[in-house]
């Protein structure tokens, strides 16, 4: 099992070599283990992990445009369309116009995809709680609070002007 030797050395050079390395490599490398981990789980049901991706989009909500299945899911637009046209051969996803609109080409999740929800679902779950084993409820929720703040606070800088950011 080779994603585990990978998640090993991680563990190690973290460790070992920079303990005390930027966050911003802590935050990707614990997000590159969580996603092998279900990339390993997710490909014995023949999924991808860029699948799961859209399918998750398209489990909340379904019919969207493939611009707007990209923009969701923080792809370019060719990345989408080769996703989408392999998910269409798997019998996962229909491409459909709706009536009034043909400019526009829908992705709609078919039964099959439809049902992959009650399968997949429960292996992302298995992996978060592989991942917080051993921290306290406390813990956890401290993380999520510290990590959502984060993501506050790059928010915020998105939003602050180029000419501000010299001041």
């Keep these: 099992m080779t994603h585990g030797k990978d ?9 070992e070599s920079v303990p005390d390395d930027r966050l911003a490599h802590l935050v990707r ?5 969580q996603m092998r981990a279900l990339q390993h789980r997710l ?7 860029g699948h799961w991706t859209f399918l998750r989009i398209l489990w909340i909500r379904d019919g969207l445009t493939q611009k707007e299945l990209s923009d969701a899911a923080g792809v370019m637009e060719p ?16 491409r459909r116009q709706l ?9 709609f999740l078919t039964p099959a995809g439809r049902a992959l929800e009650r399968k ?5 779950e298995e992996v978060n709680h592989i991942s917080i084993r051993g921290l ?5 929720a401290t993380l999520r609070k ?6 506050e606070n790059l928010a915020a800088d998105e939003e602050v002007e180029p000419d501000q950011e010299l001041a």
């Design 7 to 15: 998640t090993q050395q991680l563990l190690q050079h973290w460790r």
């Design 29 to 33: 490398d614990v997000a590159r283990a």
């Design 43 to 49: 490909a014995q049901h023949g999924v991808s992990f």
């Design 79 to 94: 990345t989408t369309f080769s996703a989408v046209k392999a998910m269409e051969q798997m019998g996962l996803i229909e």
């Design 99 to 107: 009536a009034g609109n043909r400019k526009n080409m829908h992705v």
């Design 120 to 124: 997949l679902v429960p292996l992302a």
């Design 136 to 140: 306290s409820d406390k813990t956890v």
């Design 146 to 151: 510290a990590l959502l703040a984060i993501i």
